[in-house]
Structure formats: structure tokens, C-alpha cells
């Protein structure tokens, strides 16, 4: 341990809380969703499936005369063989059958799509209410204002910064206690516009919510296309999850973990190649 | 300290144990006795909240002509087995009769001639199927609340059950059924669909009569009806949960 460091408060016990509720709220929703998404595994862009255009998206399967499966995805026209993963896979007894995503990937791991509608549609409230209150802690503590919305001079530093995440430099020292400049935008772009977007093309969904307010659902295309955003939504979240969980393990795995559970940070106490302000 | 190779295998092995562990737990708790419980709450919750926020008779998107689905999707039963459909099938439905009973101060049945002579509606509504897929269709058909007039339901009539001629075991036995509340039943667009895209309605998707419920999914909306029943509960019949899906595990409240 280098002489001079110290432990630094840098998560709230409320925002810890809400973090690992997210985590896995979105983690049982993503996967109950992908089960839901089996029982059609096709995506569309319009009003409704039939509109004598063909799917976008398509996780289909062929079976040879002697049995054999084969998984196809096609997305947009084009084909691919993705037997294992997408269109065909194996079940519990090991056979591969057809099946748009894996069932490793699902809840439930089998074709059980009222379970799957009960998962989702229980943790989709605790997923919701939790995002509702970050939102409204975020702003009554000033949460958002201090800690999220970048400054002027680190818009202005978006470049520099953009070179430094490439090339894995991190702040270090006392520049480590802030978020970053992209850390801050990405994590404004979620809380703002990516979960926003999922949840509403949630409720787009609801035949009950869609006769709410008269043809609201067409400003996104209509309903099938809602369920293709809800679905391109989701997976942009899982991306976001991914470089987070990668920042997170390069920037220092258990002091980042550390942070999220207890709220303590250790601060290096050696130079930062960026001055402290 | 471990090289970088070993560690990264052993991040991979924790990712791949945790997923396995995730999915094991869940299925565990798929198949309890509380769990499904617990998460019921959440169809109370969308029922009430959507209910909250919803005029009684909020009503769903109508279409264009240029909106409707090339050819309507059948889904489920196209040919229900059971000979004494059959038997009326093949005979233009002329024999069939809509018994309307229950908690009725008149108790009736209406030939297909008789419904089709009744006040109708023509709507162009999105079929919403629980798998994920809609399709866009034409229904003409007598509105519900027309029929419930002439039967005059008593006032502790709290649910309609549509008692339907299709099995969905092949032994002949599960017929299908389904209800929904007197709100609904009451709700302007929710009829009894005798026509599909300006033609009698085919067997496949329902013939002589299917249920339109149009702020729910598409497994509400019951095919091949032959009786209407007005109870105070739907717990002595069937499985007891208002309807086959109900039964099997679908929630009754199918407005999301």
C-alpha cells in the first residue's frame, strides 16, 4: 500500500442500494424478456407482424431428413448459421431444438412463457419504482448537478479524454474520486434515454396502455415496432453493462467493488498524470 | 501473483458458475409453491395502475383499410375437434344458437340470422397475441352490450364467461373458455365478430362467433362461443382462474 492513500467516501448508502437492486431487477428482466422473446423470436417494424413485409429479425430453425437442426438468424435479409446459440439449441436433455435464444440465456430456461410473463412483469415494478427513485434522489441531493452533469471544461476535454479511455489511461489520485467526462455522459444517456426508452416501449406493448391515449403508439412506429426498440434497447443496455463491468475490472476490481458495497474508495496517494484541479 | 492468463480464466469460470447459479435459483423458485405468489403481485399492480389511469372506456386504435394484415393469422385451434361443431359447421351454423344464462332475468338464445339482424359495429382493430406478434383485421359484429340488454343481467353479475366449443385436449375434453369483467363486457368496442375483413368468419379464426376484447391480448378474445354465462365468480368452473390460459399459468388481467 503506498503511503498517503486513504479511504474516501464515494457512494451513498442510497445509491448503493439502488445499484445492486438495478443490477439485478435488469439482469432477471433481460433474461425472463429473452424467454418472452421465444415464444416469437421474430422482430417487425410497423403496426402489426403481417403487413406483407418481412421480419427484420428472424432466430428460425430447419430440420434435414435425418433430423438434424439447424439454427438461421437473419437479420435484415442476410443469413447466418448460428446453430448453438441463436434459431436452434440444446435443451435439457441435450438435444437442440428450436429455439430463438439459448436456454442458459433464459428465465425460465424452458419454453415456459407464462412464467417468463410473471418474472418480467413483477420485476419490470421493482425495476421502474427503483429507477424513479435514483431519478428523484439524483435531483432532490444534487446528485445529478454535482456528480453527473459534466462541466464546461470537461466538454471541452471530451477529446483528450476519449484518447485516454483508448489507450486504458485512467485518472488517477485525487482526479479518480469524479466520474469521468464519458463516464458522466454514458451514464446520462442511460438514466435519460436508454431506460426511459425500454420502459415506454414496455408500456407501447400493453394493448390496455396503447388505448390511453389515441394512436400515441405510432410516433414510434407502432406496436411491433415499440416491441423491436424494447428489444434494441435492451441489448444497447447489456453493451453499456459490458463496458462498464470492463471499466470497472481495469480501473481496480475490488477497489471499484469495494466503493458499490461498503461506499469506501481507496485514493492513491502518487501523481496523476492530469492535475488536480 | 496469479498471471494475467490464469486470472482471466478464473473471471470466466466465477461469470459462467454465477449464470449457472442464476438460472438454477430461478428455476427453483419457477416451480415453488410461494414464489409465483410473490410475483402475482406484479399483475395486481399493472391491473391497478392501468386501471387507475384509464377512463373506463378508453378506447383502442382503429385502423385504415390500408393497415390490415394481408391474411389474418389463426393461432391455436383452426378446426375444433369435436363432432357436434362439426356437425353444425357443415351446416352454414344454420343449427347453432347463442345461450346467453346465468345471472340473468332473461334467459335467451340467438340464432346466427337473429345476431346478425341486431345493431352492429364494424371496427378495424390490432390483434395483440401473448407470444409477441400482432395481426390487423376487420371485425363486424353485434356489440356485447346489445345482447347483455336483451338478458338484463342482475346486479351481482360481476363476470361474463364465454363457454366455447373447441377442446384443447384431444381426448375432446378442455373446452375452451375465458371471461372478463361487466367494465368490459359493457365497453363499446368489445363485441360478438360474426364477419373477418368483409366476409363470414372462417372456422380458423373463430366461426360462427368470436369475442373481441380490444384493450386485451388476443387469448381473451375467445373463438367458437356458444354460451355466455353471467356469474359472481368464475371459481367453481374450470381450474377456477377465469379462463384455459388462466389456468395453465397466464394471467387473467391481459391488458399488458
Known amino acids: ?277 | 501473483m496469479k498471471s494475467p492468463n490464469e486470472r482471466r480464466r478464473f473471471v470466466l469460470r466465477a461469470a459462467a458458475g454465477f449464470a449457472a447459479l442464476v438460472t438454477a435459483g430461478c428455476e427453483r423458485l419457477s416451480r415453488s409453491e410461494w414464489f409465483p405468489k410473490v410475483l402475482a403481485v406484479g399483475e395486481s399492480l399493472s391491473s391497478g395502475a392501468q386501471h387507475l389511469i384509464s377512463p373506463r372506456k378508453s378506447m383502442a386504435q382503429e385502423f385504415s383499410e390500408a393497415d390490415l394484415s394481408p391474411q389474418f393469422r389463426s393461432n391455436g385451434t383452426s378446426m375444433p375437434n369435436d363432432p357436434g361443431y362439426q356437425a353444425l359447421a357443415a351446416n352454414a351454423f344454420a343449427g347453432w344458437a347463442l345461450q346467453v344464462d346465468g345471472l340473468v332475468a332473461n334467459p335467451l338464445k340467438l340464432t346466427l340470422a337473429e345476431l346478425r339482424t341486431m345493431p352492429a359495429r364494424t371496427q378495424i382493430t390490432r390483434h395483440d397475441c401473448v407470444e409477441g406478434w400482432s395481426a390487423i383485421g376487420k371485425w363486424t359484429g353485434v356489440p356485447l352490450h346489445e345482447v347483455l340488454a336483451l338478458a338484463k343481467p342482475q346486479p351481482n353479475a360481476r363476470f361474463a364467461v364465454f363457454h366455447c366449443a373447441d377442446p384443447m385436449e384431444e381426448d375432446g375434453s378442455h373446452k375452451y373458455y375465458e371471461s372478463i369483467d361487466m367494465d368490459d363486457a359493457y365497453h363499446p368496442q368489445t363485441m360478438l365478430a360474426y364477419d373477418l375483413n368483409g366476409a363470414t368468419l372462417p372456422v380458423a379464426n373463430g366461426a360462427p362467433i368470436r369475442l373481441r376484447v380490444e384493450r386485451q391480448l388476443g387469448y381473451k378474445m375467445a373463438k367458437y362461443v356458444m354460451r355466455i354465462e353471467l356469474v359472481e365468480s368464475f371459481a367453481h368452473i374450470a381450474g377456477g382462474k377465469g379462463g384455459y390460459w388462466e389456468d395453465e399459468g397466464y394471467e387473467w388481467y391481459a391488458g399488458i
Open chain 1, 1 to 277: 500500500m503506498t503511503a498517503g492513500s486513504y479511504l474516501y467516501k464515494r457512494h451513498k448508502l442510497a445509491v448503493r442500494v439502488m445499484h445492486w437492486i438495478n443490477v439485478l431487477s435488469a439482469l432477471l428482466l433481460l433474461m425472463s424478456g429473452l424467454q418472452i422473446f421465444n415464444a416469437h423470436p421474430m422482430l417487425y417494424w410497423g403496426k402489426s407482424s403481417y403487413t406483407g413485409r418481412p421480419p427484420i429479425l428472424a432466430l428460425t430453425a430447419t430440420e434435414d431428413n435425418e433430423g438434424n437442426v439447424t439454427g438461421v438468424a437473419r437479420v435484415f435479409g442476410h443469413e447466418f448459421v448460428t446453430t448453438g446459440v441463436l434459431g436452434a439449441s440444446a435443451n435439457s436433455e441435450g438435444d437442440i431444438v428450436a429455439r430463438g435464444f439459448p436456454s442458459w440465456i433464459t428465465i425460465p430456461d424452458s419454453s415456459w412463457l407464462a412464467m417468463a410473463r410473471r418474472w418480467h412483469l413483477f420485476f419490470a415494478w421493482v425495476f421502474a419504482i427503483n429507477g424513479l427513485a435514483y431519478i428523484a434522489y439524483s435531483i432532490a441531493t444534487r446528485h445529478l448537478t454535482r456528480d453527473l452533469a459534466p462541466t464546461r471544461r470537461e466538454w471541452r476535454s471530451i477529446g483528450q479524454s476519449i484518447k485516454d479511455h483508448l489507450r486504458f489511461r485512467h485518472p488517477k489520485g485525487e482526479a479518480a474520486k469524479d466520474y469521468n467526462v464519458l463516464q458522466k455522459l454514458a451514464y446520462l444517456a442511460i438514466v435519460f434515454i436508454v431506460l426511459p426508452l425500454l420502459v415506454l416501449m414496455g408500456l407501447g406493448m400493453s394493448p390496455w396502455l396503447d388505448a390511453l391515449v389515441p394512436n400515441w403508439i405510432d410516433l414510434f412506429g407502432g406496436r411491433q415496432s415499440a416491441r423491436t426498440l424494447h428489444f434494441a434497447a435492451a441489448w444497447i443496455l447489456v453493451a453499456f453493462v459490458l463496458i462498464h463491468v470492463f471499466e470497472v475490472v481495469v480501473t481496480g476490481l475490488w477497489n471499484n467493488l469495494r466503493s458499490m458495497i461498503t461506499g469506501r474508495y481507496r485514493v492513491e496517494a502518487q501523481a496523476s498524470h492530469e492535475k488536480p484541479e
